[in-house]
């Protein structure tokens, strides 16, 4: 099966299996390592991407339901040269330590920010509600979001 979609902002085509899964078809085939495994039932968040702008979990979704759809992984966030405000203040406020669920986590936010959602704690705390953290607290995350939220936006470049 020949299944169309668009990853960060290229369009891609995959042939193989339709069922399998959106999260290896990223890692697999398309070298795309940045989004992690952690539980591969849909529960910790860490293989979050954004489908047409929203959060999902990739282990859950079959490749078959990408077709025709926009996928954004953590590697359209920035390059390390060049990192998103988002990136820095993760880093900045130690919102990243062991790095299972740092992509998930900031593509979540990103989605929230990105939605217009409230850089207020409560708020940040229920957009990142289906991510899971092991190692910061969470606190530090809610830190760098609320920061990035207050930095000055930069236009995006149009891809070619």
């Not at 299944?3 to 990223?26: M, Q, S, T, W």
């Not at 293989?47 to 929203?54: A, F």
């Amino acid at each position: 099966m020949t299944i169309n979609f668009e990853v960060n902002g290229a369009r891609r085509i995959f042939e193989g299996d339709p069922f399998k899964r959106l999260i290896d078809v990223l890692r697999e085939d398309f070298a795309l390592t940045g989004t992690k495994e952690g539980c591969g039932e849909g529960e910790c968040g860490a293989c979050t991407v954004l489908l047409d702008g929203r959060p999902v979990n990739s282990c859950l979704i079959p490749i078959c339901q990408a077709d025709g759809h926009r996928i954004e992984t953590v590697e359209n966030l920035g390059i390390p040269e060049r990192l998103s405000a988002l990136q820095k203040a993760f880093l900045e406020e130690g919102g990243a330590q062991c790095g299972i669920c740092t992509p998930g986590m900031l593509l979540a936010a990103a989605a929230h920010l990105k939605a217009g959602g409230k850089a207020d704690d409560l708020s940040i705390r229920r957009a990142l509600g289906g991510n899971l953290c092991r190692c910061t607290g969470y606190q530090h995350i809610v830190k760098a979001v609320q920061k990035a939220a207050k930095a000055p936006r930069k236009p995006r470049r149009k891809k070619a």
